[in-house]
């Protein structure tokens, strides 16, 4: 693979797979997509450029990934996360393709979920990647990588779970944080690293890329106001039972032994993460 398309090069993971591709890719040239670079929606430009660099490897990071946006506006994160994707999946119908999915595509009564697990989405966002998930899986040649929260540093400084944080304690909020709801945070640049990976060792399918520990909100919360005393945050306990907003999955944690086993280092929990990278940027 001579040239790889990384969309979504402006969010988080995608930045990371950017910055990471000197060491990891498989691929000699790496052309990050950004909005300003690309607008996916407009098909017509898509067509062109992808006629015009014949990428062979092409990573799908770019979606409208707030779910209270697409609980607003659905039409527009049908547009963004599903018809973007199919556009991507058609132009790249003959070359590998990576879809960058989540966690959240399970209702989350369960936890630990594996790649067998059935998906019940129960929010705006996560019925958009359950539909970009099909789309991809229908072509034997591409993979879908489902991972968690991400966190690292984003080029615009607020995409990764602990820059939001981080910037709400900044501004003197107090977070209310559930206890109840868990997750399995991870850093960004073990995400891209995993998917650098896989995408060298060339076996599409369906993979869960995510932290190796469970968290809940409010641990996570505890974890990174013990990273930042000087920010003096402030978090509280709170619990899903008495949260009247969208639908939220309370666990979705997800079982990774499939990735795991294929790649070469061991995805990360964050509590041992950060204590190995006290000094790191995150």
């Not at 790496?30 to 450029?49: I, N, Q």
């Not at 944080?165 to 709801?181: I, N, P, S, V, Y």
């Not at 944690?253 to 795991?260: D, E, F, T």
Request: include cysteine.
């Amino acid at each position: 693979m001579n040239t790889a398309w990384i969309t979504g090069a402006g969010g988080l993971i995608g930045s990371y797979l950017v910055r990471s591709a000197a060491r990891y890719a498989p691929v000699a040239t790496v052309v990050a997509l950004t909005h300003e670079r690309l607008d996916l929606t407009d098909a017509s430009a898509v067509r062109a450029m992808f006629r015009r660099q014949e990428p062979q490897l092409v990573i799908h990071c770019a979606a409208l990934s707030r779910s209270p946006e697409c609980q607003a506006n659905p039409a527009l994160a049908r547009k963004l996360n599903v018809e973007v994707t199919a556009l991507l999946a058609d132009l790249a119908a003959n070359i590998p393709l990576f879809f960058l999915s989540s966690d959240l595509v399970f209702d989350g009564r369960v936890g630990n979920y594996d790649e067998t697990a059935p998906v019940n989405p129960l929010s705006v966002y996560a019925e958009t990647k359950v539909a970009a998930e099909q789309v991809i899986l229908g072509n034997p040649q591409h993979t879908v990588i489902r991972t968690s929260l991400n966190g690292g540093t984003s080029p615009k400084g607020d995409r990764g779970f602990n820059e939001q944080m981080r910037r709400a304690w900044q501004a003197g909020q107090t977070l209310k944080l559930f206890t109840d709801e868990y997750r399995s945070p991870i850093p960004a640049e073990a995400t891209a690293r995993a998917i650098w990976e896989l995408a060298a060792l060339q076996q599409p399918g369906l993979y869960h890329v995510a932290g190796s520990e469970r968290l809940s909100r409010w641990q996570t919360g505890q974890l990174l106001a013990a990273r930042w005393p000087q920010l003096t945050p402030r978090i509280e306990p709170g619990s899903l039972k008495k949260y009247s907003g969208a639908p939220r999955a309370p666990h979705t944690s997800l079982n990774c032994a499939k990735a795991q086993a294929l790649l070469s280092f061991r995805l990360p929990g964050l509590t041992d993460w950060l204590a190995a990278h006290p000094d790191e940027a995150f």
